[in-house]
């Protein structure tokens, strides 16, 4: 299916106009030395593809769906499916499933002559890192000859040139650009869309996903998927992870090309994988990054290939900002989750108290004010915009050119305060949102009792880590109170998003929150 606007504004924008006023530097950098691999080696198949399964293996169709990236390789190798079987039994479910009709917005170009290729490929012995894989990409990231609008009226039906960086990496590690999936507007509307609608939560409909990726973690939550990219300014692809019961990374801070991806903010932007585990972003994360690294491609094909030892890792624990806005429930999954990785032999030690508020605030007045910036000179065609938008559009053209400089300052400030914070310990783990998934009908969220709007709650455990650039993993840590699902977060240092999926896996060894299922799902398990 194929979505398309019914009264457009003109003249029609296009998101790749929108200039990063960041590229002035780019001369001025120093460019990495090219990885010594060939084209060939850096996308041979490493190891047996075994190493990478799961415990679950295809026995009929209808069970397509549940495999996530590491078992279909697995199903592939054995010869159990082919990429070509997998497309078209996530058609019928995306066909049959709710969120196939609110999360998933349009198919990707030539997806299906990709996994002819692939489907031969395997046959052949010539399969590719991530052969066959299908994955969505969130609306606001470019794929070759497919409409993608940034969820929004303005851009009318537009078709995309050439592939986003980052899409076109994994393409060429033999995934599969399966579907565009929903966005708030410009990845900074409310949940109620212009363009497209709503996006239920898969485990309640009368609830959100969270935003701005909410298509990729709605879709990956109903098992229509295995992979997804969404991107994260404020915590949007964390957010959605949290409430739909999923796995997200937000890498170190431009470890992903963001070209190709229409801009909220420039200084804030991140994109990265969403998936239904920490081992499934380990196989698919190295053959996404701006700069193939074959350190990182070794270290995450060794997670993958066998359970990880953390023993010794030492864990700050957090109090103050990222436990005072907290429900009971999720409050006491994360301190669950703290004793299963004590077991695996982790240290946990409590982390310096940090005053994030200042920092917090930094973040939104940058995240604000670039927003703005793009958007601005459209405010006289604000009935077209969500209402959402609107409502941050203008508290950003309201904000002084001093305090957007304050502001960016203040970066840098966070950045060292979390680093002096964290010098004691491998790895950061906080709660992640505060309570289960918001309510739709009152924009809010449940904390013991208490509602408390989005605005409150959602970017407050996240945004730092966005200002700051430090890689951040968003996982499940149970049910709450109401049976949704709830979330911690690892954070480390930058460029430690390796170690983030070390915890990860080795959490997610030992428990089996990941693997729960909304509702409806129970019974085509």
């Known amino acids: 299916m194929i979505r398309t606007a019914a009264a457009l504004p003109m003249p029609v924008l296009d998101p790749a106009t929108l200039r990063d006023p960041t590229l002035a530097d780019a001369p001025f950098r120093t460019v990495p030395a090219s990885s010594p691999l060939s084209a060939q080696d850096r996308f041979a198949p ?61 198919p990707v170009a030539r997806a299906q002559e990709a996994a002819l290729e692939s489907t031969l490929r395997w046959q052949a012995g010539t399969a590719r890192p991530l052969e066959g894989i299908p994955f969505g990409i969130k609306d606001i990231i470019d794929v070759a000859e497919t409409l993608v ?42 949940p109620f869309n ?72 420039w200084t ?43 023993a010794g890792l030492r864990i700050g624990v957090p109090d103050g900002w990222f436990t005072d806005q907290v429900s009971s429930e999720v409050l006491a999954n994360w301190r669950a989750a703290l004793g299963v990785l004590e077991s695996l032999g982790c240290t946990l030690a409590p982390l310096p108290r940090i005053d994030v508020e200042p920092l917090h605030k930094a973040g939104w007045t940058i995240l604000l004010s670039e927003l703005a910036t793009y958007h601005g000179e459209r405010i006289d065609q604000a009935a077209l915009f969500d209402a959402g938008l609107v409502h941050r559009l203008r508290q950003g053209m309201e904000i002084r050119a001093s305090d957007y400089g304050r502001a960016l300052q203040l970066r840098l400030q966070a950045q060292e305060t979390l680093a002096a914070a964290m010098a004691g310990v491998d790895l950061l783990i906080t709660p992640g949102i505060g309570g289960e998934a918001g309510l739709l009908d009152t924009l809010s969220v449940d904390v013991d009792g208490r509602s408390v709007a ?72």
């Open 454 to 525: 989005f605005q409150d709650i959602l970017s407050r455990n996240t945004m730092l880590f966005d200002l700051t650039g430090f890689p951040a993993l968003m996982l499940p840590s149970g049910l709450g109170r109401t049976g949704l699902p709830t979330g911690i977060q690892i954070v480390g240092r930058p460029m430690d998003d390796t170690l983030c999926l070390r915890a990860g896996i080795a959490f997610q060894a030992a428990t089996r929150h990941h693997r729960a299922l909304p509702p409806r799902l129970m019974a085509h398990a």
């Open 46 to 106: 490493k190891g047996d593809p075994e190493r990478v399964a799961a415990d679950a293996s295809v026995q009929e169709a209808a069970a397509i769906r549940h495999l996530g990236v590491g078992e279909l390789l697995c199903a592939y190798a054995d010869g159990t499916t082919t990429p070509s079987d997998v497309l078209s039994a996530l058609r019928i479910a995306m066909d049959d499933d709710p969120s196939g009709r609110d999360a998933i917005l349009s």
């Open 194 to 265: 212009p363009r497209y609608g709503t996006v239920g939560n898969p485990w309640d409909a009368a609830r959100w996903t969270g935003g701005s990726s909410t298509g990729s973690g709605a879709a990956l939550a109903a098992r229509l998927l295995p992979l997804a990219l969404g991107t994260d300014t404020g915590g949007s692809i964390r957010v959605p992870s949290c409430w739909c019961g999923t796995t997200g990374l937000k890498p170190s801070r431009e470890r992903v090309s963001r070209k190709g991806v229409a801009p909220l903010s």
């Open 149 to 190: 609008t940034s969820g929004s009226l303005f851009t009318g039906d537009r078709i995309a040139k050439t592939d986003a960086e980052v899409v076109a990496s994994l393409r060429a590690a033999g995934a599969i650009p399966f579907v565009m999936t929903a966005t708030t507007e410009f990845a900074t509307g409310s």
């Open 268 to 310: 804030l932007d991140h994109v990265g994988p969403m998936a239904r585990s920490a081992a499934d972003i380990a196989a698919s994360f190295p053959f996404m990054t701006a700069a193939f690294d074959a350190d990182l491609a070794a270290d995450c094909a060794a997670l993958v290939s066998a359970e990880p030892d953390i």
